[in-house]
């Protein structure tokens, strides 16, 4: 059974920093990547940032790039997100999410085995 617990969302002003962070219970999984999506209202669910387990190579998405970290803690798999100059449209639901399978880009939700709820970030202006 995998458990992943998101935490960190909230109600923030547009400019400020934001930190969410997301632990997944695992007993038998071994995950290589990591990742964080979102999904805003009406919109098709976005990759955020992923960060590979071996090496800890990163990838962002274009709308966050620059403004977003995504580290992990490869010992108690958890895995973070720090994203700063928040905007009224970084508003949505961020889904943390892993996997073990390599032969999918990881920059696409096919490449992940387990998602968490999600945790609501708002953005006001």
């Known amino acids: 059974q995998v458990q992943l617990v998101e935490s960190g969302g909230g109600l923030v002003q547009a400019g400020e920093t934001l930190r969410l962070s997301c632990a997944a219970s695992?007993?038998?999984?071994?995950?290589?990547?990591m990742a964080w999506f979102r999904q805003a209202p009406g919109k098709e669910r976005e990759f955020v940032a992923a960060?590979?387990?071996?090496?800890?190579?990163?990838f962002y998405g274009d709308s966050v790039k620059g403004r977003a970290t995504i580290s992990r803690v490869n010992a108690n798999n958890t895995v973070y997100l720090q994203m700063g100059s928040l905007r009224p449209d970084d508003t949505a639901v961020y889904y943390c999410?892993?996997?073990?399978?390599?032969?999918?880009?990881?920059?696409?939700?096919?490449?992940?085995?387990?998602w968490g709820q999600g945790t609501q970030v708002t953005v006001s202006s």
């Open positions: 999410a892993i996997g073990s399978a390599t032969r999918y880009n990881i920059l696409t939700e096919r490449a992940y085995d387990y």
């Open positions: 695992i007993r038998t999984f071994s995950p290589s990547h």
């Open positions: 960060i590979r387990g071996e090496g800890g190579t990163t």
